[in-house]
């Protein structure tokens, strides 16, 4: 059976066990369950952590050598230094103002390890926006619901929200509140990726909660506060 061993920078393939180079897919799976049970963290309770090592190694070789294109490297090079060195490397991706779901960042030929003499490919990564529980995004605008009750979109409400910056924003609402209707608050969020300044507005989607019902009491109570005002809207 053939082992990877992983050093500090390269990654080799060595013969462990005697299995032929010429072994076939049933020497090879035979091996790799005989020692995969040999090393199993569970016979090895007392260097579990060698054990796993070690059947984390037996994986990585048997899933080279029962590859059959990963295979043919081997067999041509001969087992040493058939991988090129690993370079251990952190890539830092630092998220703009105004990035926007599907924006993509690209590093060249940083796309793994890959066969002598061949390029690495590139390494993308693919910005996802992950759902706010209060703001959703429309373009450079937010979009914010709020719920009124009757009363508050008769007489006026005084609106409190959080930014996402985490500012506190107090919109006065004086004049009377129409189901759907839409308040833009201008200039806040979200700027726009080419161009920072250029700042978006926030758009407050009022939603007016009506009484389930109302007492014959209330309703005489309504028609004579709203009796005049009723009157003229039929008239308009």
Request: proline letters at 6%; hydrophobic letters at 35%.
């Amino acid at each position: 059976m053939f082992l990877v061993n992983q050093g500090d920078d390269t990654c080799s393939i060595v013969n462990n066990c005697k299995v032929s180079r010429n072994a076939n897919d049933d020497d090879l799976k035979k091996s790799y369950r005989r020692l995969a049970m040999k090393w199993h963290s569970d016979k090895n309770p007392l260097t579990k952590k060698a054990a796993e090592a070690k059947f984390k190694q037996i994986s990585e070789a048997y899933d080279v050598l029962s590859d059959p294109q990963r295979r043919h490297a081997y067999d041509q090079h001969g087992g040493f230094d058939l991988f090129p060195k690993i370079v251990h490397e952190i890539l830092k991706i630092e998220i703009k103002p105004g990035w926007k779901k599907g924006t993509k960042i690209t590093f060249p030929e940083k796309g793994g390890n890959q066969e002598p003499g061949v390029t690495p490919a590139d390494l993308t990564f693919v910005v996802d926006e992950k759902p706010h529980p209060v703001y959703t995004r429309d373009g450079i605008d937010l979009i914010v619901k709020k719920k009124v009750s009757l009363i508050e979109a008769l007489t006026g409400v005084t609106l409190s929200l959080t930014t996402l910056d985490g500012r506190n924003l107090t919109i006065p609402v004086l004049d009377i509140v129409k189901p759907g209707q839409e308040i833009v608050i201008p200039n806040e969020r979200m700027p726009t990726k080419e161009d920072p300044l250029k700042i978006g507005d926030l758009r407050v989607n009022l939603d007016v909660l009506f009484p389930s019902r109302l007492t014959s009491e209330q309703k005489n109570g309504l028609k004579r506060v709203l009796g005049g005002t009723l009157m003229e809207l039929k008239n308009i």
